[in-house]
């Protein structure tokens, strides 16, 4: 039976004051608690059965005519479908979903939120939850030394979307690594519309979502490039200079696989194929490495290096090598790659904040 929720809550909280409270209602109509709680607020409706009960124990003929005269009977498919709704936007009413305009006025609400897409294109995914109701998840990824960085991160979704991830778990593989894991279909959909597309993220076309793009403030673009750095630098220490330089290196699928790359060439460690082994190989009479740069190009780098252009770098963009994936078709490392200056820059401005890179840096200083 469908009644509106005030007069559902009136029914529910008068049949309770006979008998002191809502528990000891349950008990006397022999149903969980946790029922007459739900019915209460409106999260589920009553079966007749239990309507009539409550009406015989409130024992007020004016609420038993309101009932009457306002009560929609429906079928117990439409009661589940209900109860699913209600739940839903329950769930939703816990979050904050920053909107287009939060995001345009709120200074803080947007880097935060700018930092937030740019940890999980760099270190997450969306993936379907429940497939028979479109239900999305999310989950994060870190090397086991960067707890600093899952830290960050789940401090970013309670400020952002009032979630806490929970601690940082180990996956069951025994990988050297730590995950975190969002279990909210609206998180995960605000994210998927800000950029994070759901599946395999380097067989897809991604870009920096407007928030960041558009945005003219260059907190906002340190705040989406810090991620980046973090999670996937390097420190490099060149053989030519004293200094330390650095990059950022992000995979892109191809559709060659090894029967169009010859075995031979495949001969470097790691099933990787080094720059300096692919400008000498070609695919149907292309050169490989012009292949990957017309057709398997890294779109998010781009975003990230025009971003640091801004900030007044000016980052080399290339490929650096070819790695072998299970399915026997090969992933196209990009990498962006700043000359020692530019690396001090970086750590002199924050981007780089993840605790064992900055003592990398300044081990390869000494």
């Known amino acids: 039976m469908q009644l509106p929720p005030e007069l559902q809550k009136e029914l529910v909280e008068k049949a309770a004051a006979k008998y002191g409270n809502c528990q000891e209602l349950a008990k006397h109509l022999n149903i969980p608690k946790s029922s007459v709680h739900y019915y209460r607020i409106g999260r589920l409706t009553m079966p007749v059965s239990v309507l009539e009960q409550m009406l015989k124990v409130a024992n007020d003929e004016d609420l038993r005519k309101k009932v009457e005269s306002r009560g929609i009977a429906k079928d117990r498919s439409w009661a589940t479908e209900y109860a699913q709704d209600v739940f839903r936007e329950m769930c939703r009413d816990r979050l904050r979903l920053p909107a287009r305009e939060d995001l345009e006025t ?22 379907m939850q429940k497939e028979q109701f479109g239900e999305h998840a999310a989950n994060i990824t870190f090397a086991d030394h960067e707890e600093d960085l899952y830290a960050h991160f789940r401090s970013l979704c309670i400020d952002v979307f009032e979630y806490d991830i929970g601690p940082a778990q180990r996956p069951g593989n025994n990988a050297r690594a730590i995950r975190g894991f969002i279990y909210s279909r609206f998180i995960a959909e605000w994210l998927a519309e800000n950029g994070v597309k759901p599946g395999e993220k380097s067989s897809k076309e991604l870009h920096l979502p407007s928030l960041i793009m558009d945005s003219n403030d260059p907190r906002t673009w340190i705040a989406a490039l810090q991620p980046w750095c973090d999670g996937e630098g390097g420190v490099l220490r060149s053989r030519r200079f004293a200094r330390p330089s650095f990059s950022i290196a992000q995979s892109k699928h191809t559709d060659l696989d090894v029967g169009t790359i010859p075995e031979a060439s495949i001969t470097a460690r790691d ?67 700043f000359c020692c200056d530019e690396s001090q820059k970086l750590l002199d401005m924050g981007l780089i904040t993840q605790r064992k890179k900055v003592q990398a840096f300044r081990r390869c200083q000494i």
Not at 282 to 292: A, K, N, P, S
Request: aromatic fraction near 10%; charged fraction near 25%.
């Open 106 to 127: 709120d200074d803080n609400l947007r880097r935060k939120s700018a930092a937030i897409v740019s940890y999980m294109l760099a270190e997450g995914s969306v993936w």
């Open 271 to 337: 099933r990787g194929i080094p720059k300096s082994f692919l400008s000498e190989l070609q695919t149907c009479g292309i050169r490989v490495l012009d292949y990957c740069n017309s057709l398997s190009r890294s779109e998010v780098l781009d975003d990230t290096r025009a971003l640091f252009v801004r900030l007044g770098f000016n980052p080399k963009i290339g490929i650096s090598r070819l790695h072998l994936k299970d399915n026997g078709f090969w992933s196209c490392i990009w990498e962006l790659r």
